[in-house]
């Protein structure tokens, strides 16, 4: 009997409105949270409607942004390795003084 290797379905992601499934989370999250910092700034701080809009389009931008620059169509990991190298500089890559294979006696300068 022959076999033969198929692609299956179930390795996907999936994607909606063509967006993956994880960004659309993090996009719906941040629009839903502007929407909460919107009512809560007009019903409780008593700030002006445009004020408040104005409050509660920013963890909105902040998700769109994230979403669309860190992580569609870019490789697995790359919005956590761009993070942590603002957050920690370089220290995820290798060190430029440190030998390029294991057998190597002295240092590079």
Same mark, same amino acid.
């Given at each position: 009997m022959?076999t =033969?290797d198929?692609? %299956?379905g179930? @390795?996907?992601e999936?994607?909606?409105? !063509?967006m $993956? !499934?994880?960004s659309l989370?993090?996009?719906?999250? !941040?629009?839903?949270?502007?929407? =909460?910092? #919107?009512?809560? %700034?007009? #019903?409780?701080w008593s700030?002006?409607?445009?004020? %408040?809009?104005?409050? !509660?389009t920013?963890p %909105?931008?902040l ?5 669309f620059? +860190? ?8 919005d956590? @390795?761009v +993070? $942590?190298?603002l =957050?920690?500089?370089? #220290? ?6 440190s030998? #390029? ?5 002295? $240092? =590079?300068?």
């Open positions: 022959k =033969i198929t692609q %299956a179930d @390795d996907s999936g994607k909606i409105w !063509g $993956e !499934g994880s989370f993090i996009f719906i999250g !941040g629009v839903v949270s502007g929407v =909460i910092v #919107s009512v809560a %700034a007009f #019903s409780y700030c002006p409607p445009m004020m %408040a809009l104005g409050y !509660g920013v %909105a931008v998700g769109i942004v994230y979403v620059t +860190l992580r569609e169509c870019r490789p697995k990991g790359y956590m @390795d +993070l $942590e190298t =957050i920690c500089g370089r #220290s995820w890559q290798q060190k430029p003084t030998k #390029s294979h294991p057998l190597q006696q002295e $240092e =590079i300068p």
